[in-house]
């Protein structure tokens, strides 16, 4: 349990000091960096559900997205602010390195497995990103013909 305190501790510091260095104004810093929090929290508890680090990626991104785009509405900013700011502790850093040094040590099998695995979890966030914006976009698209 102390474990998964301290992750959500830095994924909130992670996120927040990218909000720091992107300007993101005083009043949406905490918004903005809880996402990350958010976004970390789902992924550690779809791993109390599935251990397909692609799943959990993939939940984890279309949460942190359905949480900025209904931030972005209320706070009345843009989405990608809060996208940004959240998806940090997502990056798969720690796979792409694992990569980058069975590369360097011409261990080719591995390497390519890991690299299989780095773009797999760069997908799924990516279309777990997608997904959501696409709905949203739809829903104001529809909502803004409703009115006319």
């Given amino acids: 349990m102390g474990d998964m305190i301290l992750q959500l501790a830095t994924a909130f510091l992670g996120s927040l000091g990218f909000a720091l260095l992107f300007h993101v104004k005083k009043e949406r810093l905490l918004l903005a960096s809880l996402g990350g929090l958010l976004a970390w929290g ?19 991104s279309v949460a942190l997205t359905v949480y900025a785009e209904t931030l972005a509405r209320l706070v009345k900013c843009p989405a990608t602010l809060f996208i ?36 797999l979890l760069a997908v799924a966030i990516a279309v777990g990103m997608l997904v959501p914006t696409a709905i949203f976009q739809l829903g104001r698209r529809v909502q803004r013909d409703w009115e006319r």
């Fill in 84 to 119: 940004v700011t959240a998806s940090i502790p997502l990056i798969p850093g720690g796979s792409l390195y694992q990569t980058m040094q069975y590369f360097m040590k011409n261990d080719l099998a591995s390497f390519s497995g890991q690299a299989l695995t780095t773009v």
């Fill in 42 to 60: 789902v992924y550690l508890l779809m791993g109390r559900a599935t251990d397909q680090d692609v799943v959990r990626y993939f939940i984890a």
